[in-house]
Structure formats: structure tokens, C-alpha cells
């Protein structure tokens, strides 16, 4: 089979598209034939040899991807070869055949494509396991989404509305952040103009869940942003790993700050995640109400292309890399 590798750590000139041996599912295990696959900051940091996969997992890129059950492995129920499926990944996605643990499945929604499809996982299980299974997001409260344009930021918007939030985001522009109204944002914050502490306190007093991608950079003022009781739920570190903060201030507001990562956990966690989406999530997935965003989609031999457009910024929600074509 074909996949996407790399020699050695660099800018998206280093990834290629060669020939690789066929993977074999194990027990519990299927193998799919890929669709197509998604492009996340994971899988740039990767690529730049700062993010390397956990023990056990493939080395090519790629944390989701769709297709079709081509083989099962032993121990496998519930699944047939033929079925068109999503899946969660800890690595593999760039590639036309990858296998996966049959927890981390996924039914294809009637309502998109195949391809379509593979925007879906990665966002779905970030998203639903740390603004509802941690931070317990419910009905009537506040949610601040940071980067509401990216493939995180739109699903979590959607989400948001959905669980009958009031749904604040940041972007970077005026257009992107028309585009996040349109999804259903309540507030709209340009964070190059202004702070998003001053408007989410004039608004509405506070945020009750903070969805960060930002880290250090972002810590001391998402703390000032959230209301009484608020949690904070911290995914990424584009801003930075280290900084201080007033923990007085954390503890006079009885708030909480948790930090995930969803690559790293042990197949049975990321099964329980995968279970809570399909039976809380999906269906609000399957009836239309929640959509995948897909601002670009590009071959998959054409990587290098798709990270340098997500590294610029200017996609709209997800990436996608399509197997055929």
C-alpha cells in the first residue's frame, strides 16, 4: 500500500507519498480501507518531530480517518467486512489501509459522505469528552471556544448550541468569525482587537466551561473570564507549556482547570469515549443538527500542501486528505 512518510523531521517538504507494507489486524482489531483522513496541529508537530507517537502506535500521520471494513481480526463483534466506518487514531491515517481497535469505530452518518466523514472523529471525541464528560457543559450555561474557526472550534460550537448553551467564540478576523455566527455562535470575539475577558464579562458575567487550544498563553485570563464555579478544559499548547498564575483567584471562584491529550490514552479509555459519542453525540450527528465542517479537502499525496494551508491559517474548519483521487 501507499502512505505518507518521512525520513526525517522538517517542514512539509519532507512528506512523501511511497509504498509501505500492508498492516494486519489483531485480535480485537479491523483493518479499513481508507477514504480519506483529516489534518491536525498533532499531526504538524509530528511532522516537525515534536509530537512522536505513543508506544505501540504506527508512525504515519493521522488521527482519523473513514472507509470500509476490509478484514476483521479475531475477536471482533458487532462489525462486517463492507461496513463504511469512521475511526479514531493513534496514528495511521495517511495511508490507504490502516487498522484499528473496533472500540474506536464509528458508523458513517447517512446524512454525509465517505469522505466527508472523516472530519468527524478527532473533533467529536475532543470535543464531547472535555466540554461535557469533564467540564459537564448543561443546559443554560456559557461556553467560551477558543479558535471557534478550526475544525475543533466549529464542532464545539454546534455542540454547544445543541446542549442549549450560549456559545462565545474567538477568531482572527470579521469573516471567520461571520462564519462562526452562522453556526450558531452567540458572541463573536475578534481577539486581535479586542479581549475577550472585558467582552465575555460584559456580556454574560463569565464563562461557566472554557474549551482552550491556546495553554500557557491564555492561562491567567481564562481564569479571570470564568464565572463562579467555571472549568476550564485546556487541549492544546499553541500558546506556549509554562507560565504563572494567580491561584488565589482560581480558588475564589471554586473553579477547575483539567489538561487532556486523547492520543496517548489506553485503547479501553478512548472505547468509552468512542460509546459516550455514538450514543449521545451521534444521533444529534445522524439527524443533521451537528454537521462537519470541511473547509478544503486535497489528495492525499498532496500532504505537504494540506499542512502548509492548515500552518497558515486560512481554512475554515477541517482539512481533509482523500486516498483516491
Not at 298 to 309: D, F, K, V
Request: charged share 20%; proline share 6%; with cysteine.
Amino acid at each position: 500500500m501507499r502512505a505518507i512518510t518521512f525520513r526525517e523531521p522538517g517542514g512539509p517538504e519532507v512528506l512523501e507519498w511511497t509504498e509501505v507494507p500492508d498492516p494486519e489486524p489483531g485480535q480485537g482489531e479491523v483493518l479499513v480501507e481508507v477514504a480519506a483522513s483529516a489534518v491536525n496541529r498533532a499531526d504538524l508537530l509530528q511532522r516537525q518531530g515534536h509530537y512522536p507517537p505513543p508506544p505501540g502506535a504506527s508512525d504515519i500521520l493521522g488521527l482519523e480517518c473513514s472507509g470500509t471494513i476490509a478484514a476483521l481480526g479475531e475477536g471482533v463483534e458487532g462489525w462486517q467486512v463492507g461496513d463504511e466506518v469512521c475511526a479514531l487514531l493513534a496514528g495511521g491515517g495517511y495511508a490507504e489501509k490502516v487498522v484499528v481497535p473496533a472500540v474506536q469505530l464509528l458508523p458513517v452518518p447517512a446524512e454525509f459522505g465517505l469522505v466527508t466523514a472523516a472530519a468527524l472523529p478527532e473533533v467529536a471525541c475532543t470535543v464531547w469528552s472535555n466540554v461535557v464528560m469533564i467540564a459537564r457543559l448543561t443546559e443554560g450555561e456559557v461556553l467560551l471556544v477558543h479558535g471557534g474557526a478550526g475544525g475543533i472550534g466549529t464542532h464545539a460550537i454546534q455542540v454547544g448550541k445543541a446542549l442549549g448553551a450560549t456559545v462565545a467564540v474567538t477568531a482572527g478576523s470579521p469573516e471567520r468569525l461571520e462564519r462562526c455566527r452562522q453556526l450558531g455562535a452567540d458572541i463573536t470575539i475578534n481577539y486581535r482587537e479586542q479581549d475577550f475577558v472585558e467582552v465575555l464579562k460584559k456580556e454574560t458575567g463569565g464563562a461557566d466551561v472554557i474549551l482552550d487550544n491556546m495553554g500557557a498563553s491564555y492561562l491567567d485570563r481564562n481564569i479571570d473570564a470564568l464565572a463562579s464555579n467555571g472549568r476550564l478544559a485546556i487541549i492544546g499548547m499553541q500558546g506556549g507549556t509554562k507560565t504563572e498564575f494567580n491561584l488565589g483567584r482560581l480558588m475564589g471562584k471554586r473553579a477547575s482547570v483539567s489538561g487532556t491529550t486523547l492520543r496517548a490514552r489506553p485503547v479501553a479509555e478512548k472505547g468509552e469515549i468512542v460509546a459516550e459519542v455514538r450514543a449521545n453525540l451521534w444521533p444529534l450527528v445522524e439527524d443533521g443538527s451537528i454537521q462537519p465542517v470541511v473547509g478544503q479537502i486535497l489528495p492525499m499525496a498532496e500532504a505537504g500542501n494540506a499542512h502548509r494551508a492548515l500552518d497558515e491559517g486560512g481554512v475554515f474548519g477541517k482539512v481533509l486528505l482523500a486516498a483516491k483521487g
